[in-house]
């Protein structure tokens, strides 16, 4: 037998239930990640639960969910669409935090990805757990974007002296200089590399032409010299 909780007398408002699970741990799970005061015993088969009753809702929906077999079948689903990450999950997330669907995707994908994984980590707990759990990820996620939304303004007041602007217009008239000269330099190689194509063709023509004028003259020089040597042949017959 396994123990699991808080000490009895800790718990306020005592209730007693017996339940025959196979998935006491899961309803452990639950039950910490909702921060239910209880005391357990429980084995394979067993669980013998002590709870505040003000948390009685709270404990029903725990265990009603770990005995439901859910939660595999979510993590079956998603293990066999690994194309669509975490997609299957964003309508279940958006009624959690009473939005559209629409709300959870146009956020990044990474913010979407961490909303997923922490509903997946809190699934076990009471709703109301998981909710929470949703929104201090996304206010964790607003507080970040407003810091650097402070930081840029910040920065750009910083920089925002008749001083830092002169500076600014002198380095952005470079730049364009910089710009307008690199580019007249690609257009400057990319004219040579087109001339010097144009004369590695011009000689490869020119190379052909002197080699089939060179074949054409030892071939009429073959000729010549095979006519004047049976010329001479016949001549020493007589």
């Known amino acids: 037998m396994m123990y699991s909780g808080d000490e009895l007398k800790d718990i ?13 741990m899961e309803i452990v799970k639950g039950l910490d990640l909702s921060s239910v005061p209880y005391f357990a015993k429980h084995d394979e088969k067993m ?74 980590n809190y699934w076990h707990s009471d709703r109301q757990t998981i909710q929470e759990a949703l929104e201090r990820i996304i206010d964790l996620n607003t507080e970040t974007e407003n810091e650097v939304m402070e930081h840029s303004v910040s920065v750009i007041q910083q920089n925002n002296t008749p001083k830092k602007r002169a500076q600014s217009d002198m380095d952005d008239i470079q730049h364009t200089q910089a710009v307008a000269l690199g580019a007249e330099e690609r257009r400057r190689i990319e004219d040579g590399i087109i001339v010097e194509q144009n004369r590695s063709v011009y ?24 006519k004047e040597t049976e010329i001479e042949r016949e001549r020493k017959k007589f």
């Open 12 to 24: 306020p408002n005592k209730q007693y239930m017996t339940i025959k699970t196979a998935h006491a």
């Open 47 to 120: 669980m013998y639960l002590t709870f505040s009753a003000e948390n009685r809702s709270a404990v029903d929906e725990i265990i009603r969910k770990a005995e439901s077999g859910d939660y595999e079948e979510m993590m079956l689903q998603l293990s066999e669409n690994k194309s669509d990450g975490y997609a299957p999950m964003i309508p279940e997330i958006a009624e959690i935090l009473h939005c559209a669907v629409v709300s959870v995707t146009a956020r990044p994908p990474e913010l979407v990805d961490t909303l997923a994984k922490t509903y997946i």
């Open 203 to 226: 000689l490869s023509r020119e190379a052909h032409k002197r080699l089939a004028e060179e074949k054409r003259r030892k071939s009429f020089a073959k000729v010549h010299s095979e």
